[in-house]
């Protein structure tokens, strides 16, 4: 009798194995997009390892806090490759129009880009003017003020501010008009439009949203660097998918 039972649960180890490997090869878009979606996390990583290096090297420390504010910029980037996962919750009567996702994602693209480089030229003028007017940057750049007032306090919070701001910008300018191309498809334009009353109507989903990604990016990036790698892609993922039920529904 155990001999029979031990034989049984012998023969079902393989299936389980076989549930699994077919699970994975039915949806290879989802192994893909989960691939993706950890080096991108990576990548981020990595970028601010050797921006923290570099800072560290010529005693900048202080101004990483505006390279992790910009990081989050990065956000409806990275969203753009869990899109597949969540296809059956997107999923709508009418075709999805290539060319009108395609568009968005230029614009997010080019607006996201220049957001980021926008403040990292002005995180370097405002940490020289403020924070350290002895700094390398500030004599690289000729900047000297008269006043020799320490505001590195004001610096930092400053930053964690605009790390919020960011975020919520992030979100209602980057990941949900994209969103709204593969549900709604009323054109570029239009999608914008549907992502601000989107952000107007749920206030709460889009506060709450912006919080979480400011606590799962600037925070383990100055504090625990390597608990980005966890927080980041699964907090990505409890709000890309919250933003997606939220869309179907209305």
Known sequence: MAFNLYGKVK???????FILFSKITQSPMRVISFALL?????????????????LKSYSLEAMFISFCAGFILFTPLVSLVIHPLFDKKLKTDSPIKLSAFLGNVALVVVVQLLCFLIWMTDAIALY?????????LAKAFNITVESRADLS???????????????????VVGVLPCLFSRTENNGVVGNFVSAFSFAKRHKKLMLISALGIVLS????????????????????LIIFSQLSEYARVG
């Not at 023969?11 to 194995?17: L, Q």
């Open 38 to 54: 950890l080096l991108a996390t990576l990548v981020i990583f990595s970028l601010a390892e050797v921006i923290r290096f570099y």
């Open 217 to 236: 990016v600037v925070f383990p990036l100055l504090y625990a660097k390597f608990l980005f790698l966890i927080l980041f892609p699964a907090v990505l």
């Open 11 to 17: 023969a079902s180890i393989p299936n389980w194995k």
């Open 153 to 171: 306090v004001e610096f930092y919070w400053f930053n964690i501010a605009l790390a919020c701001f960011f975020a919520l910008l992030s979100l």
């Open 128 to 136: 020289s003017l403020y924070v350290d007017q002895n700094s390398f």
